[in-house]
C-alpha cells in the first residue's frame, strides 16, 4: 500500500464524504463498508456482513471507492 500520509489522506476524503469503500487486506481477506473513524495507524470499518470491525493500516494491500453492484438485465 502507500505510504501512511497517502492512506490517510484517502482514508479522510473517504470518511468525510461518507463514502463505501473495499478493503483488501495482505492476508487475502476483504471487507466492504463504511468508515466510521481512524487513528494514527487503524480505521474502524462498518463492515456490511460483520458491523464495525478494526482495520491496521499495516495490514491494508489496496484500499479503493466501491463502486454500486451493475444491474443485470435478462
Known amino acids: ?7 490517510t489522506r484517502q482514508i479522510s ?3 468525510e464524504h461518507h463514502l ?4 483488501e487486506k495482505y492476508s487475502g481477506r476483504f471487507y466492504n463498508g463504511f468508515i466510521l ?4 495507524d487503524m480505521l474502524i470499518l462498518d463492515d ?12 491494508i494491500k489496496f484500499l479503493e471507492k466501491r463502486l ?7
Open 13 to 15: 476524503y473517504f470518511k
Open 48 to 59: 456490511e456482513k460483520l458491523g464495525a470491525i478494526p482495520v491496521y493500516f499495516i495490514e
Open 1 to 7: 500500500m502507500e505510504t501512511n500520509e497517502e492512506l
Open 68 to 74: 454500486p453492484n451493475e444491474k443485470r438485465s435478462g
Open 20 to 23: 463505501s469503500v473495499h478493503i
Open 37 to 40: 473513524e481512524f487513528q494514527s
